[in-house]
């Protein structure tokens, strides 16, 4: 399964990594970085689906740059051009379909990766049967985070081509209530999902060769990592927050599941059935002990104007991320990043099968 | 690492498998059969601390007669038989220091499985130590489930040979509100105890051979199982909680971490920091409705009386268990279910490394 997967992205080496398309943060560079490296880079969903119009463009020409150089794709280019060698990401609840098909027309991404439909499995179809319309060779990538949505996608008349199956140890908008960790949910999942073409991703708390290595053994044909990247040299974040990424640890205490930073930056609207897992800061800790949302309101924003101070245990704003944190010490380059990854998970797959 | 370990258990087999001590389920036979089949089996705590005295007792009457037998351990008894090739588990918090002491220093079980000090770290040191000068060859495990009682167990005078990290996954008491999936907590613990020289095993949502191959991936030397022991012939355990167990699916919507059940049963005393996962029936859905206790407890005394009917969708009682209960499909022995994820865990890792 992994094999034919990792055969329809012509450039993508095992194991495949993938990075997911955090919002805003996963930038151009950020995701065609990592497919240059024999991942595939996904570009997150922006504050208005009309920005993902201005990001394709923007990959597009980093791709035709990039084709002038004797080192694209490392001298041997994917062999179909046809499509763009990133993918990129919506949020169905918010994101406008006419405006996404439309682009995703224009630029033909190789694959899209699409979460939170506001109306269900039936958002699912519908997005799927719009974009393969218009982009046949666009791939249809769906992630979801519970056994349910597993059965119900099942059902649908447009199957996916893959299903990335996060676990509640993930950071960003994950299930509010009824999420779980990867070692169970997975696996349960993968029986579920079985004998259909649909290849799964595993995705949630894994930052490291260990993790991926992990996931595979749990029957993954590939790793999407978010929290990792947000660490990449390319990622579209601020300093104080990728800082914080570096320095923050135990994400078991050190990040929860909460509404408040989404309130507090004036994000309503995202469906009941999800929750940001964030690293917790002053907003969380006086919003516990009860202070009132106006004067936390007050001080967020007043927070923002400091720039990089907004961030860490002292600052109050938003540093949304996932539980493994902890794994995570240093920023290099997405494409830095993916090789060593990969090497590490080799290299321990290798290592225990000669045990 | 694993390697290591596995040398100071004459009779194991790698991949490392282990039967967790679950309170009186983990019978002397379910605890043997483990140990025959090349892992490690755990006697678990009893009602009193005076019932691991009588469960040595049985288990050393299986050894004696099993050593009778051409087939003990394979034909290749144990060399060190100095001990008895079964390890013992305790609560700190309810166990009595005295009676334990006793019982290992007449029966010399191989290890000691230390769980849940009221007094934090201090408990597990003078339990390890008064536990070596009894039986200097008895190793001591001890389960933690957070990054915090890792750096602590560093600072202890008496160093544990073994310590299981256990996941949110994970059925029966665990921590209450600071626990994190195994796929993110259990290499932030290796990279904080990396460098000592103790011995990490992985607990928690694992329930197959998929899980054992993840989990050594992640770094463990080994792999502890409850709930899928749950299902041998050997648990000491009612036979309509064990249908639950092979009925029971999705633990991430099935299961939750509740003291109800525990109160429910008159169990009081648990430190605060923990709290068991449990399979949701009747009591713990009339609970969320708002049905109050005394009328829940009336029902539930009531409901024993039914004897297997007591457990399931509509049953009342307790019925702790992991998140990975979709994975547990049938009842089997102990030695077959040993054998079965062992040899998964095995060619799993072997399939990766040609790939």
Redesign the interface.
Known sequence: M??KLLSRFAWAT?PFIVSAPMRIMSSPALAFAVSQAGGLGFIGPGAKTQDTETDLEEAKKLVEKAKTSSNYFGGSSPSDQSTLPVGIGYQLWGDDIEVAVRTIERFRPCAAWLYAPKNGPQDFDDWSRRIRQASPKTEIWIQIG???EARQLLQNTEKPDVVVVQ???SGGHGRAK????????F??VA?VMKGSEINLLAA?????G??V???????ASGVAMGTRFLAATEARISKGYQEEIVRA?????STTRTLLYNHLRGTFGWPPEYSPRTIINKSYEEHTAGRAFDDLKALHDEALKGGDSAWGPEGRTATYA???I??IHDVASAGEIVHHIREE?RS???C????
């Open positions: 992994a094999t095992s519970t056994l349910a676990g509640a140890e009824d999420g779980l960790g990867l070692m169970s949910l696996p349960e029986d949630g708390g894994i930052a490291d260990r993790g290595a992990a996931a595979l053994c749990l029957g640890s135990d994400g078991a205490v996932g539980a493994a902890g794994l998970a321990r797959v290798q225990l099968a000669s045990d």
